[in-house]
């Protein structure tokens, strides 16, 4: 990330009512004016873990990320760059219960209103922007979603360094720095089902997220190297799986295997090919790419894929 520029991640928090799509505004304090909630990334944060913290911070409702919305771009009084990413974020019935919001110094008054509402009390054309984006989504009739998340393991001893079998190969010191840091942007996603390779590599991957979710992990071999190197892989039998679960997923597995996943959950919800589904598969270690797929109707295909890199 470039110095001269200020990096920010926000939602854009909705909710069903009698059936009626509302969005949350905020009103802050000290600027007098009604926007979305956002805020600045946190040394060592990732967007998704600053979107996520932010949106609980200003709201006291806890969301996991849906589709990315939009990226705003503006100059700071100071004249340093902003630049702010967003998702859509549903608050859930039990979220808003939880949440512990109360007005304070930062943030006057919470409001839901309607989306026609929402574009006349947005202080800023910025942020109407992100709403006009969000409200193409909603028009495409794919607002609610779920996350198969495709991630290759972390950084691995080198292969001409390990005297072992190669499902034997554990991480390498990087790599476990990889797997911790790993945590926080996951969970932004709402990781929940974890499904792994059972190679030594995969599982210490996926083990830290494992322990702070509180969830075993489900080996499969039929997304190992191993499996691939035999012409074995059966990536089809595990994404049908998670597909028609209609629930976020988490799929670890390794870098000749990826392409294989990606390709599967394409034609699993009848998407068309291209070389995005290249782009979302060539990931480095440690890297992950989220493939968002309609809750409602699965079949409906991709509404959305985006990828991370691995943490520094």
């Known amino acids: 990330m470039t110095e001269n520029i200020v990096y920010a991640a926000g939602g854009v928090l909705w909710r069903l009512v009698d059936g ?27 967007l998704p873990e600053t979107a996520v913290r932010e949106i609980h911070e200003e709201t006291g409702i806890r969301v996991s990320l849906g589709v990315p919305v939009g990226v705003s771009t503006y100059h700071m009084p100071s004249k340093r760059e902003k630049i702010v990413h967003y998702w859509a974020a549903e608050a859930t019935d039990a979220a808003i219960r939880a949440s512990t919001f109360v007005p304070n110094k930062e943030i006057a008054a919470l409001e839901w209103v309607s989306t026609k509402k929402a574009r006349a009390k947005l202080s800023y054309p910025v942020d109407v922007e992100i709403l006009d984006k969000f409200l193409e989504i ?18 691995a001893v080198p292969a001409d360094e390990w005297d072992g079998s190669d499902a034997s190969r554990p991480l390498a010191p990087r790599g ?137």
């Open 176 to 312: 476990r720095k990889q797997a911790n840091a790993l945590v926080g942007p996951l969970l932004a996603f709402g990781a929940r089902r974890i499904v792994s390779s059972p190679a030594v590599r995969c599982a210490k991957t996926v083990g830290p997220l494992s322990a702070a979710l509180g969830r075993r992990i489900d080996f499969s071999p039929l997304i190992s190297q191993d499996a691939w190197e035999e012409g074995a892989t059966d990536a089809r039998t595990i994404v049908g799986q998670r597909v028609r679960a209609r629930k976020p997923a988490l799929l670890c597995s390794h870098g000749p295997v990826l392409p294989e996943i990606i390709e599967e959950l394409a034609m699993a919800t009848g998407s068309l090919m291209g070389s995005h589904l290249g782009n979302a598969s060539g990931l480095a270690t440690g890297g992950f790419s989220v493939v968002h797929l309609s809750t409602d109707n699965p079949g409906s295909g991709i509404v959305a894929i985006e990828t991370h890199q691995p943490p520094a």
């Open 138 to 155: 909603r028009d495409k009739d794919v607002l609610r979603t779920f996350p198969v998340i495709a991630l290759r393991h972390a950084k």
């Open 20 to 46: 009626k799509l509302r969005i949350l505004l905020i009103h802050r304090t000290q600027y007098r004016d009604v926007t979305l909630p956002k805020g600045k990334v946190d040394p060592g944060e990732t």
